[in-house]
């Protein structure tokens, strides 16, 4: 056992459909191949979103799938005060601020970046006395706390350069640049409605749960420099990062609930499988997509090959 420990991290809104049997897939083989462990988190903090019986639903997918995780499941919904510990850690240090602004006035005034809208700062220096805050905000020009020592798997996480940039290189597709300030803005740490943002709860879980590598779909790779950031602020260490090209249907757009992408069946799961590894272009021999999933998953683990997937930000797929 080595001390790789890679994790998939669905989020219960609905049933597996094929970009989310992708990535499990991909996280999962990236772990075996290197002896490590993975595991699964239920993100069912948006609880608005959460559909009830779906994370039960998925966990019963991965298994039927033969993705079986080691160690225990962790359910977002349980970690409240782990966020309310890094929120506080955050505020100590001033680098988080109330903010007043509806989303009407931010659509109003912001510019459209690499990921929605930029905020432009308007809270930063303090809200307007008659207005009340309603979202807390972190600050994206904070000077940097000094990163724990690189550790064995420090995958060229090279910290934030003086100007701000963050700067990192994915395993599949490369270096990536970005300028938090001026190409993300002051980001939401805790919702207007009480709720903890993702991007402080996934960094949180993934220090929580000792994870050395995320492999994960595109659509999160330009979330990636922020959560580097918060776990700058924190003093975590950061995973090594690889985003799987997204799945996407014949008009190009993400495989969800919304684009009304079907759920991956439970019967013919060694041919949904085989589909899995092609799309990851993993050339598996012809004769495997009627052999069971445990021969599928022994030749995928044995002959991973993450240098075969192509580095696109999308790829389109039937389903
Ligand atoms: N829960 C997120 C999703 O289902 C994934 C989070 C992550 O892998 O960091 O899109």
């Not at 602004?101 to 809270?123: M, N």
């Not at 001026?182 to 409605?193: H, K, N, Q």
């Not at 990636?224 to 249907?249: A, C, D, E, F, S």
Request: contains cysteine; aromatic residues 8%.
């Amino acid at each position: 056992m080595s001390n790789y420990r890679g994790r998939f991290a669905p989020s219960p809104t609905g049933p597996l459909h094929f970009g989310s049997l992708v990535a499990a897939v991909g996280s999962y083989l990236d772990a075996k191949h290197h002896n490590g462990k993975w595991l699964v988190r239920i993100e069912d903090l948006d609880n608005p979103r959460t559909v009830k019986g779906a994370a039960d639903k998925i966990l019963s997918t991965l298994e039927a799938y033969g993705l079986h995780w080691d160690e225990d499941i962790i359910y977002q919904s349980q970690h409240n005060a782990a966020y309310v510990e890094a929120f506080h850690q955050l505020k100590e240090t001033g680098a988080v601020y109330p903010c007043c602004c509806t989303r009407k006035e931010i659509a109003d005034s912001a510019l459209h970046g690499i990921d929605g809208q930029i905020y432009p700062g308007t809270c930063r220096n303090g809200i307007p006395p008659e207005r009340e805050g309603r979202a807390w905000r972190v600050r994206t020009d904070m000077q940097q706390t000094v990163r724990p020592e690189p550790v064995e798997w420090y995958t060229g996480f090279d910290k934030l350069s003086p100007n701000g940039v963050v700067v990192f290189d994915d395993t599949l597709q490369g270096r990536i640049t970005q300028h938090l300030a001026t190409e993300v803005g002051d980001f939401i740490v805790l919702r207007a409605d009480g709720l903890f943002a993702y991007q402080l709860a996934v960094v949180v879980d993934d220090a929580l749960q000792g994870i050395t590598h995320v492999v994960r779909g595109a659509d999160l790779l330009y979330s990636t420099p922020r959560q580097m950031y918060l776990q700058q602020l924190l003093g975590l260490n950061t995973p090594g990062y690889m985003h799987l090209p997204l799945v996407v249907n014949a008009q190009g757009e993400k495989l969800s609930k919304q684009t009304l992408a079907r759920p991956v069946e439970k019967n013919n799961t060694a041919s949904a499988l085989f589909d899995a590894l092609v799309f990851l272009r993993q050339q598996p021999p012809a004769e495997l997509r009627l052999r069971t999933i445990e021969h599928l998953l022994a030749w995928a683990i044995a002959n991973w090959q993450p240098a075969a997937i192509l580095p696109t930000v999308t790829s389109a797929h039937s389903n």
